[in-house]
């Protein structure tokens, strides 16, 4: 992204975004447990942001001068969820790790915008795809299982189908499954001398499961990697 414009004393909002970029977003999958995250904005956009966000473990300060009743209640519930009912100022950004513009004043969002790129924090304005450094994808998430659809910004619907075909297909059971096999995980690596025997004992598990149709229990599991597991 480039803007255009500086230095000749237009309005953060006259100036034009140039995007010149033609690839994909990577996707980093990030610790966000004790990160700060800034919400400016208060209403239904701001919420589902939030929504998706706090099974994640992030600090969210929410900075608007009104607040929807189902951010309240999300505060309620959420001790890392604080609310600052007042007019954004560019001092909230101090030590955020990134920042989502959530409000209707399109000035404001590119004020806000500008000022996390220039001091290199990760923003995200709402249903503005060139004012944005990252992108919320489309999540599936069972556990500690977490799949991320990203268009690029350019056609959330087409991901979201694409989120519930995936839904669809993953058995609700998978969450609780890796659970379990990253409880046995150190057992595993203690018991196999090779990757290879402990990818066998693993398609065991998984194989065993779909037969079921539900999670091994840590003892089942066990009792195959002590008794019941044939190495080829």
């Known amino acids: 992204m480039l803007f255009s414009g500086a230095g000749t004393g237009d309005s953060i909002c006259e100036r034009t975004y140039e995007t010149e970029r033609n690839m994909a977003y990577f996707p980093f999958f990030i610790e966000l447990e004790g990160k700060q995250c800034l919400v400016v904005g208060g209403g239904d956009v701001a919420f589902r942001k939030i929504r998706e966000l706090i099974p994640f473990g992030v600090s969210i300060r929410i900075v608007a001068p009104e607040i929807c009743e189902a951010i309240r209640e999300l505060a309620a519930e959420y001790p890392k969820l604080t609310i600052v009912c007042r007019e954004y100022e560019e001092k909230d950004l101090e030590g955020m790790f990134f920042v989502i513009a959530a409000t209707d004043d399109e000035q404001c969002n590119c004020q806000i915008s500008e000022r996390c790129r220039q001091r290199r924090i990760l923003v995200n304005v709402v249903d503005d795809k060139d004012k944005c450094s990252f992108y919320f994808p489309s999540l599936v998430k ?3 299982i977490v799949a991320g659809f990203s268009s690029g910004g350019n056609s959330p619907a087409l991901i979201k189908g694409l989120r519930r075909e995936l839904q669809e297909q993953i058995p609700e059971y998978y969450g609780q499954l890796n659970a379990h096999l990253g409880q046995l995980r150190p057992a595993v690596k203690e018991h196999f001398d090779t990757e290879e025997q402990r990818k066998q ?14 999670a091994l229990s840590v003892p089942e599991m066990e009792e195959i990697l002590h008794k019941g597991f044939t190495q080829n």
Request: hydrophobic share 25%; net charge positive; no cysteine.
């Open 201 to 214: 004992f693993y398609r065991k598990v998984i194989h065993r499961s779909r037969e079921l149709s539900r």
């Open 142 to 144: 069972q556990g500690d």
